[in-house]
């Protein structure tokens, strides 16, 4: 068979953008041109990471190219060495070494070289020669990289030699872009002769013995991988059954637990069991349970985990979804067949505890961060390329966008593993809790469980509010406040909510004072408005709530679904429900309608158009006013929020305000204090004067080193004058109420007169 015409193709070694800053091609971009060129399988070996693997793997599936999964390390003594996985256990070994803290050490690479195929360069002593050979034998090749000088088949038996080309670039005009990135980086690479060539083209650029190119589609054809995938959610460490905790929780919630919650809690635990997602829960309501154990503060909920009566009666979530007719299937169902996705909201002063506890609780091995990989956007790549060549260069700027910079650590996602996770991820170990190469979407494509623990300001701050009017009235607790408060609402209606969560914006604090809201119902659906989409509804929305006598329904179902928001479709619950008690729908079904619509898909719509007709004809609707309701729900969907999360911050809303309204003092004294600086703190102390405080400057003779509430007076701490360092503001503080002089002043902070004079003290 002559060179060049086998029916297999490969390359060997490739880098993409995951090799930071030394490669132009991203994974997709690097398969899509492989694709193009005929090549059949295609290697990714990134310097260092796996990080790539994952979406290697799916666009490699896309294309019908065979992914053959790398990684390029560095080996002591052995310098630049590629890895290929030529089997399962293989790959496993793989991410086991790129997890380590390089250089690698040659005795720990050789005490995972099961199902590895190792690829060196060619000028390799004799002795290191003999140990290569002896320690992986057939598994050792020798890397023949195109445009090198030397001729290693002159050295080394033809069937150990493999072709391979150094891909960084796709097209030759981007050479000069790698170089670029060499730059920024610092570091200097060595360009590359040519981009990505076909197989044909690579080997008639090889001048070497037929051997070396029968040897690379052979080694080629070895490498059969399949990325490790999470088969089993981990179990739970104690072995708690769900269903004797769900029913526990409904007798705390509910006491005498009524028919319609049973119903519906022993529907979403059949749906649960059904998935298998049990262990799913317990994990999740154990780490809440430890945190309010533990007395940090946790959310009321997010997202549409609000939605799940069972996450409520745990005690994951603060909102009855009942009472608030939130639908278990916009979180769960068996059609979507989706994993649950349940994010948590701590105090962000001790979310660090959480995390550790998490470590603690199912071993450092089955827990990480997830890491995550920040690019270039258009003004970076400008500046980068700005500084490095010293004039613009719109054309290799525009290149560099959207490539990996960085690495970093997703801000709240942390997986959960049964089997270790290097058997699933590398990670990387620099930090106190590992952090993995893959990014979350690819984790979630393997089946690692993701959970997102979020520190939230607003819990933190309530929490201190809290704390300080317990200081005179230990029965407070903010869980007692009432759901309605005239003063309260009164408040919001002039729009006073500076400081108040979500409604702090002056977007929010003019949709307030317009929407001068009557209930908590209506701040809910003011979360929902304020959006970019619904919020085009704003205006028609108080216009109906003011003369919902006029709003008119075409069927008694529809007022029924739309009356708490007076005929408008804000939400996506009434998506679906509209599609369930008029188009006949599953709730599951429902839910797949409401999302596909709000993809904007047109050849969704129309398949989900047909069915709901069809369903709304046998309601009593007409054909035409059947489509006439399809359309209007199709131009909304894009548009409705989802209810279950607007209920949760909601209350968070109405607690902020509730504070501000009653508790004035305790409320302005922790914003001052925590972290509040230049404009925003003089905009709360200007505030705090519209809520009847007085304010006070500092006082050597009566300020501590934060602000302090003196009855109804609000005293500015000595840190308020950033001038001030703190080992004196401390020094005057030990001295309050005794200072006579500004002279005996002096003496004990050691700060001259005009620096006194000009602080003001």
Not at 646 to 664: D, E, F, I, N
Request: charged share 25%; proline share 4%.
């Amino acid at each position: 068979m002559m060179r060049g015409v086998s029916p297999l193709s490969v390359q060997l070694y490739t880098h993409s953008d995951y090799s930071l800053l030394e490669s132009v091609c991203t994974v997709e971009s690097l398969v899509r041109q492989s694709a193009k060129l005929g090549l059949k399988s295609l290697a990714l070996t990134d310097l260092g990471t796996t990080a790539g693997h994952g979406e290697f793997e799916h666009h490699c599936r896309q294309a019908g190219i065979k992914p053959i999964f790398g990684v390029e390390l560095d080996v002591a003594d052995l310098g630049h060495v590629v890895l290929l996985a030529l089997t399962d256990t293989g790959y496993r070994n793989i991410l086991h070494l790129t997890s380590q803290v390089g250089p690698l050490l040659r005795e720990r690479l050789a005490e995972c070289k099961s199902g590895i195929a190792l690829l060196t360069g060619a000028n390799l002593t004799e002795g290191l020669y003999n140990w290569l050979e002896a320690e992986f034998g057939a598994n050792h090749y020798i890397r023949y990289e195109l445009g090198q000088s030397e001729s290693p088949w002159e050295n080394y038996p033809h069937h150990k030699l493999v072709l391979t080309q150094d891909v960084r670039y796709l097209e030759p005009r981007s050479l000069v872009t790698l170089d670029v990135l060499g730059k920024i980086k610092g570091k200097e690479i060595a360009l590359p002769p040519k981009p990505l060539l076909s197989w044909k083209d690579l080997c008639a650029a090889f001048q070497g013995p037929e051997t070396v190119v029968t040897t690379t589609l052979t080694l080629a054809d070895r490498c059969n991988v399949q990325l490790p995938r999470e088969q089993m959610l981990p179990p739970h460490p104690d072995g708690e059954s769900l269903n004797d905790l769900v029913w526990q929780g409904a007798q705390e919630r509910f006491g005498l637990i009524r028919d319609e919650v049973r119903q519906r809690l022993e529907h979403e635990l059949s749906t649960i069991r059904a998935l298998g997602y049990e262990d799913y829960f317990l994990i999740v309501a154990d780490i809440v349970r430890f945190a309010k154990s533990a007395g940090i503060a946790v959310g009321p909920g997010r997202g549409s985990a609000a939605s799940s009566l069972v996450a409520y009666v745990l005690g994951i979530t603060e909102v009855d979804s009942l009472s608030w007719g939130l639908l278990f299937e916009r979180f769960l169902n068996v059609e979507r067949n989706k994993r649950p996705d349940i994010d948590l909201d701590f105090c962000y002063e001790r979310r660090g505890e959480v995390l550790s506890y998490v470590v603690r609780r199912f071993g450092r091995e089955h827990v990480a961060q997830i890491g995550t990989y920040g690019t270039f956007g258009p003004k970076a790549a400008s500046q980068e390329v700005r500084r490095v060549l010293g004039e613009e260069n719109q054309a290799i700027a525009r290149e560099i966008q959207g490539l990996k910079r960085h690495r970093s650590t997703h801000a709240a996602g942390v997986i959960i593993t049964a089997r270790p996770i290097q058997e699933i991820s590398a990670v990387y170990l620099d930090r106190e809790v590992p952090v993995t190469h893959l990014d979350m979407y690819a984790l979630e494509e393997l089946g690692a469980l993701k959970i997102d623990l979020l520190g939230l300001r607003t819990l933190t701050l309530l929490h201190k509010i809290e704390e300080q009017v317990k200081r005179a009235d230990n029965t407070f607790s903010l869980e007692d406040i009432p759901a309605h408060d005239g003063e309260t609402l009164a408040q919001l209606s002039r729009g006073k909510s500076l400081g108040i969560f979500q409604l702090e914006s002056d977007l929010f604090q003019d949709l307030i004072r317009k929407l001068k809201p009557q209930s908590f119902r209506d701040l809910v659906a003011l979360l929902a408005l304020g959006r970019p989409g619904p919020l085009a509804m704003f205006p028609e929305y108080v216009s109906r709530r003011d003369s919902q006598a006029k709003v008119k329904y075409p069927h008694p179902a529809l007022e029924e679904i739309l009356g708490e928001t007076y005929g408008l479709i804000l939400y996506q619950e009434q998506v679906m429900l509209i599609a369930n008690r008029i188009g006949g729908l599953s709730l599951g079904e429902a839910d797949l309608l409401r999302s596909a619509l709000s993809k904007q898909d047109p050849r969704a719509a129309e398949k989900w158009r047909t069915r709901f007709t069809a369903g709304a004809q046998e309601t009593g609707f007409s054909r035409d006013a059947a489509d006439r309701l399809f359309t209007m729900i199709a131009k909304f969907s894009g548009y409705a929020f989802n209810k279950a999360h607007s209920v949760s911050y909601a209350r968070l809303t109405w607690q902020a305000a509730y504070m501000k309204t009653h508790y004035p003092g305790e409320f302005f004294l922790t914003l001052i204090n925590e972290g509040s600086t230049g404009k925003e703190r003089e905009m709360y102390l200007m505030d705090a004067l519209g809520f009847g405080l007085q304010v006070l400057p500092p006082s050597v003779n009566h300020s501590d080193l934060a602000a302090t509430l003196e009855g109804d007076t609000l005293r500015l701490g000595l840190l308020t004058n950033r001038l001030l360092p703190p080992q004196s503001a401390a020094e005057i503080v030990k001295g309050k109420g005794q200072w006579s002089s500004l002279k005996q002043l002096k003496r004990a902070t050691r700060l001259d007169n005009d620096f006194l004079v000009k602080l003001g003290l």
